[in-house]
T-cell receptor, first 112, second 111 residues
Framework: DSGVTQTPKHLITATGQRVTLRCSPR?????VYWYQQSLDQGLQFLIQ???????AKGNILERFSAQQFPDLHSELNLSSLELGDSALYFC???????????FGPGTRLTVL | GQQVMQIPQYQHVQEGEDFTTYCNSS?????IQWYKQRPGGHPVFLIQ?????EVKKQKRLTFQFGEAKKNSSLHITATQTTDVGTYFC???????????FGKGTRLHILP
């Protein structure tokens, strides 16, 4: 158990819909990262937040957005969903100044 | 854009054989991290290398950072079934801590 929690574990929805994925980082970690992992694909970095502020942006689509709240939990919003958005979405957190990331169990999104 | 290339993409080895995965970059790497993801699981941090020529060991795992800091390797001696999974290398770069993952090497152990 990494200490990072993600909900829900599984999500099945239809094309065109909007979903919200939630992540709670390890206690004390200020940085939260979001990744997308498709079948047979590596980890695609989407976005990073640090203490409520966006810090780095990766290959995140305009249909996707994220935020980090004052209690440091983060949400990833995916809208106008397409079949190709079906993937595992991981959240990770880290301590300031350290590159080691602790990953949550992931949310498996299936778009039908 | 910047990327780290991992080879091979897949590797099947007999249990007890050695295994090596390589991570290469066309540019100098600031650092390299290695992660392991078991089937159905999430990535777990293994180690970070920072210095040129650095070598670190964890039991049967040996991690190396090239002298020019453009490549890294992970070597597993005498593989066991518990070593099954995908091994990723990653670089964290820049003031904004942007992280770039390789596509990973999937290791399958034949009993």
């Amino acid at each position: 158990d990494s200490g990072v929690t993600q909900t829900p574990k599984h999500l099945i929805t239809a094309t065109g819909q909007r979903v919200t994925l939630r992540c709670s980082p390890r206690s004390g970690d200020l940085s939260v990262y979001w990744y997308q992992q498709s079948l047979d694909q590596g980890l695609q970095f989407l976005i990073q937040y640090y203490n409520g502020e966006e810090r780095a942006k990766g290959n995140i689509l305009e249909r996707f957005s994220a935020q980090q709240f004052p209690d440091l939990h983060s949400e990833l919003n995916l809208s106008s969903l397409e079949l190709g958005d079906s993937a595992l979405y991981f959240c990770a957190s880290s301590v300031e100044g350290k590159n080691e990331q602790f990953f949550g169990p992931g949310t498996r999104l299936t778009v039908l | 854009g910047q990327q780290v290339m991992q080879i091979p993409q897949y590797q099947h080895v007999q249990e007890g054989e050695d295994f090596t995965t390589y991570c290469n970059s066309s540019t100098t790497l600031s650092n390299i991290q290695w992660y392991k993801q078991r089937p159905g699981g999430h990535p777990v941090f293994l180690i970070q290398l920072v210095k040129s020529g650095e070598v670190k060991k964890q039991k049967r795992l040996t991690f190396q950072f090239g002298e020019a800091k453009k490549n890294s390797s992970l070597h597993i001696t005498a593989t066991q079934t518990t070593d099954v999974g995908t091994y990723f290398c990653a670089e964290t770069k820049g003031r904004d801590d942007k992280i770039i993952f390789g596509k990973g090497t999937r290791l399958h152990i034949l009993p």
